[in-house]
Nanobody, 122 residues
Framework: QVQLVESGGGLVQPGGSLRLSCAPS????????MGWYRQAPGKQRELVAS???????NYADSVKGRFTISRDNAKNTVYLQMNSLKPEDTAVYYC????????????????WGQGTQVTVSS
């Protein structure tokens, strides 16, 4: 079964940068809107940023001006460039696909990756 696979997490000092990537593990037709969510210990999962198939973006207020979401539709890959990282950005980051098309007529909704840990600490 195709899965969404995230990469790029790790430990970084405050003020540093990381770039997360998310791509399907196998062959697919296309993906609709995609997004990055995060969940810190003891907190609910929250939307960080989203991007439509056409490239329209949306950001949480807490990351505006610091994070940039982008996608490569040819590779069905979504990225999250995170700059000026703060300790409060520490969380597990999850990739989400609103809908994955396996053909022009067959799709599944609400796909999630397994998550990647981002830790911002000195």
């Amino acid at each position: 079964q195709v899965q969404l696979v995230e990469s790029g997490g790790g430990l970084v000092q405050p003020g540093g940068s990381l770039r997360l990537s998310c791509a399907p593990s196998g062959s697919i037709f296309s993906i609709s809107a995609m997004g990055w969510y995060r969940q810190a210990p003891g907190k609910q999962r929250e939307l960080v940023a989203s991007i439509t198939s056409g490239g329209s973006t949306n950001y949480a207020d807490s990351v505006k001006g610091r994070f940039t979401i982008s996608r490569d539709n040819a590779k069905n890959t979504v990225y999250l460039q995170m700059n000026s990282l703060k300790p409060e950005d520490t969380a597990v980051y999850y990739c989400n696909a609103e809908r994955i098309y396996f053909s022009s007529s067959y799709y599944l909704n609400d796909y999630w990756g397994q998550g990647t840990q981002v830790t911002v600490s000195s």
